[in-house]
């Protein structure tokens, strides 16, 4: 398989609130929720980087789609590392992350590989990582 990973979906419980998260409290760029025309079909996208975005789904469509049955989610299953260039600035996104009413789980310290990271989670309990690593630092 040739990695052309261009879309992460994320299942949220409320799709307003979630949006309101990532776009109001967070400062991704949205056109907003949109498909709402369609049963199953409301849905969010924010462009994270080039050729890569967030999808914000509801749960239940998402389960819908796959023909799983609904489950609780497992905050430990995945999570998304947000990787930045500098300490101070893992440190300015979990300020961001707990004004805009996510839930710092870990907060930001060294790491045993060198780095500096702290874990948070979003209103719907979706694992992200907040991560500088001096070994694998965004282009810009």
């Given at each position: ?47 994270l980087q080039a ?24 905050p430990t299953g ?9 300490k101070d600035e ?51």
């Amino acid at each position: 398989m040739k990695p052309r990973i261009s879309v992460l979906t994320l299942g949220v419980t409320d799709l307003e609130r979630a949006v309101r998260f990532y776009r109001d409290g967070l400062g991704l760029a949205t056109p907003g929720i949109i498909g709402k025309e369609f049963e199953h079909g409301a849905v969010a996208f924010f462009d994270l980087q080039a050729g890569l975005k967030l999808a914000l789904w509801a749960r239940d469509n998402l389960a819908w789609d796959t023909g799983l049955p609904a489950s609780a989610p497992c905050p430990t299953g995945f999570s998304v590392g947000h990787n930045v260039t500098s300490k101070d600035e893992v440190d300015q996104v979990m300020a961001q992350v707990a004004r805009a009413g996510g839930t710092i789980v870990k907060p930001a310290q060294d790491t045993f590989y060198g780095g500096y990271a702290g874990y948070f989670q979003d209103p719907d309990g979706n694992l992200w990582e907040a991560v500088w690593n001096p070994s694998i630092l965004p282009a810009d």
